[in-house]
């Protein structure tokens, strides 16, 4: 048992930490790259300060709390704060990075890791059932909707559990492996879901950019397919 | 409401499969290969690719959007959902134009595009008005105007596109008048010269329409319906040129006197090459700037487009509501605060309002001269369609659609406000409006707002507006 956890803490891990940031940096950067290929001088008619005033409002989304949206949005809000502060800055991952990447990040105390995964935790469920039992919202999601939130629900609650014996049902080993193997899988795919958004959400936002259209482009469309002499 | 519904089986029927609107030889075949041509020609030649890619990649399917889409709210119908919607399009790009989406149909779900979903994307991307009021609330960003006018755009290259907006359009680009409205040049001038006579009744000056004067500041542009249907609206234009001492500084061009642009709702090749001769005129004229007329979408797509498509040949664009709104703030014009005592309200055209570039300024000049004006709530850039955006209004068959669904928010706010008069700076607006306000019976008239200023401008040389009152209520009285 000690081999496996050993196995997919280190080669493992490394596989797919690497996966998630390189892939997560194509992204990046064939959205940067088409920015600035294919957008060029149209750039500057972009209003970008209203751009990155809209963006930054959504970080205290308080305003954003419209009637119909309440339990999902806060729900969606809390599980973002956790999601992102619980695998970087608990304890025991700030001694893990340490040691895998020598960099030092600050720790979040005891109390409020645990009460962030349990709050993470909590709105895991939330999210989920209002994916079940919210008609709009069932007929939306696919299988992947549940899917992905279950895995990231597994990570969560495995390493929650191994870090408290008193409530852990399996042996810590077993569950540290739940833990570590789950997180790996959940990093690997990141770049390859709608997780992806995670680095997209600056492009998502820039939606005005995309309204800067291509000159030329729809007489080369219209060529390419009802040749030179094309009518309306 | 009969014969709309009959209007819709027959557009049915004429269109070979279940949609609200009449498409141009509606029958065609191997709608999936030609809607997956005109896409792939589409992500070759222009810039969406990274659009597609990131909204694929990132759309989280989170259903927020529903509270925001005024056509869900009523219709209930999951297909409204924008993310639905959305989701259609964005599916056909990753299994057809990625390598992920190539390899999971070789191994797990093998979905292809076939002819119904083509349809159901026919449908679906004109039950949106493109209001882009979803775009506020999702906390992604996700822009659906974007997404719907592209859907409308690869089926209109596939030959998939109603026939409203099909005709006017051809006729703009490719026809003889170069309007939307296919009036001829002399039918035109004519329409002007008794514009002036109007004028000259009710105003008491005399004027003569500048047309094709060159080397003039402002050359103007309107919806050529304004010609038309909606002369006070002009009449309310041509009176605040007049008032302000700018008579000698404007034209208007009689080989292209038409704002309208449909390209806007549904197809980058027709939107650019109308942009181009909106371009060209105010070249051929040597003007200096470009006025545009009270319309959203015709506002917004000069706007908006001129900069994109004109790079360096690219004039300044003023709306006529920011022009008014400076002539009044440097003491120019004179609106007179006694003349209307209803209630008035104000609808914000989406073209306009929702990227808050004109939001304030009618409000200014409103507030101006009336003693009673209520908002709607929501208003602003928050405010909810006519229910006639993207071009539907332009397509009577869809008027069940309109008035029953789309517009029913509408309906409802504008009834909330009490209000006497709507004013809506827009000429699609107007036109949905006045169908809303008759179907829903809604104690109000719908003007748009220069058709206001009219009644209240005081004339230099000419009526006061307190004079040409007071002739209106000794007529009504008799």
């Known amino acids: 048992m000690e081999s496996w956890i050993n196995f997919a803490k280190g080669p493992l891990f490394s596989v797919a930490l690497l996966t998630m940031v390189l892939g997560l940096a194509r992204h990046v950067l064939l959205q940067t790259h088409a920015l600035v290929t294919r957008k060029r001088r149209r750039l500057w008619l972009v209003p970008w300060r209203r751009v990155a005033a809209e963006s930054l409002g959504w970080a205290v989304p308080i305003r954003h709390l419209i009637p119909g949206t309440i339990v999902i949005s806060a729900a969606s809000f809390l599980f973002h704060v956790g999601a992102v502060l619980v695998p970087l800055f608990l304890s025991d991952h700030v001694r893990m990075w340490e040691a895998f990447l020598g960099v030092s990040l600050p720790a979040l105390g005891r109390n409020a890791s645990d009460l962030m995964t349990l709050t993470t935790l909590g709105c895991i469920v939330v999210l989920l059932s209002y994916r079940v039992v919210i008609r709009r919202s069932r007929e939306l999601s696919r299988p992947s909707d549940y899917v992905l939130l279950v895995m990231i629900l597994l990570p969560f609650l495995s390493g929650y559990l191994a870090g408290h014996p008193g409530v852990n049902p399996l042996p810590w080993q077993t569950m540290m492996l739940i833990h570590v193997l789950s997180a790996d899988v959940l990093m690997f795919i990141v770049p390859f879901t709608k997780l992806a958004h995670m680095v997209l959400f600056p492009f998502d936002r820039m939606s005005v950019v995309h309204w800067q259209l291509r000159p030329g482009a729809g007489d080369r469309v219209a060529e390419a397919l009802y040749g030179k002499e094309a009518r309306v | ?478």
């Open chain 2, 1 to 478: 409401m009969g014969t709309s519904a009959a209007m819709k089986d027959e557009s049915s029927e004429s269109n070979g499969f279940s949609c609200q609107y009449y498409i141009e030889n509606g029958n065609i075949d191997n709608k999936a290969e030609r809607f997956l041509k005109a896409f792939a020609a589409i992500i070759q030649y222009g810039d969406y690719k990274s659009l597609l890619d990131s909204y694929c990649n990132s759309s989280a399917k989170c259903s927020r959007c529903v509270v925001t889409c005024p056509i869900y709210q009523v219709s209930q119908d999951p297909k409204d959902i924008p993310c639905y919607r959305a989701g259609l399009l964005l599916d056909t790009y990753k299994r057809h134009f990625t390598i992920g989406g190539w390899l999971k149909s070789r191994v797990a779900t093998p979905w292809e595009l076939t002819d119904e979903t083509v349809e159901e994307m026919a449908e679906l991307f004109y039950r949106c008005t493109a209001c882009r009021r979803c775009s506020l609330e999702c906390p992604l960003g996700l822009d659906h105007g974007l997404i719907t006018r592209l859907g409308r755009y690869i089926l209109s290259m596939a030959g998939i596109a109603p026939k409203a907006l099909q005709v006017s359009v051809r006729e703009q680009l490719e026809g003889e008048t170069h309007n939307t409205s296919k009036i001829p040049r002399p039918a035109f001038v004519d329409n002007v010269e008794f514009l002036a006579e109007e004028i000259e009744e009710n105003l008491g000056v005399k004027l003569t329409f500048p047309i094709d004067e060159p080397d003039r500041e402002y050359v103007f542009f309107c919806a050529v319906s304004d010609y038309l249907m909606e002369p006070d609206t002009l009449m309310g234009n041509a009176a605040v040129l007049y008032a302000a001492g700018d008579w000698d500084r404007w034209t208007i061009g009689s080989g292209n006197f038409d704002a309208i642009n449909y390209g806007l709702f549904y197809n980058d090749w027709h939107l650019e090459r109308i942009i181009r001769r909106l371009i060209g005129e105010v070249q051929r004229l040597r003007g200096g700037s470009i006025l545009i007329g009270e319309c959203g979408h015709a506002s917004r797509t000069a706007h908006d487009f001129v900069p994109v498509f004109g790079d360096k040949e690219a004039f300044p664009v003023k709306s006529f509501i920011e022009y008014t709104l400076e002539c009044l703030e440097k003491g120019k014009i004179r609106l007179d605060p006694d003349i209307v005592s209803e209630r008035v309200t104000y609808h914000d055209p989406c073209n306009i309002a929702r990227s808050k570039w004109i939001v304030e300024q009618p409000r200014q000049i409103l507030k101006s001269f009336v003693k009673d004006f209520v908002e709607m709530t929501p208003g602003g850039h928050r405010n909810y369609c006519c229910g006639g955006g993207g071009g539907l209004v332009s397509m009577d068959e869809t008027h069940e659609f309109r008035m029953t669904i789309a517009g029913q928010v509408k309906a409802d706010q504008i009834r909330d406000t009490g209000a006497d008069i709507v004013v809506a700076p827009c000429a699609n607006c107007k036109k949905q409006l006045k169908e809303l306000v008759e179907h829903h019976d809604l104690p109000c008239r719908v003007v748009g707002l220069h058709d206001l200023i009219l009644d209240v401008i005081d004339i230099p040389g000419g009526k006061t507006a307190r004079e040409r009152h007071a002739v209106k209520v000794c007529a009504l009285a008799s």
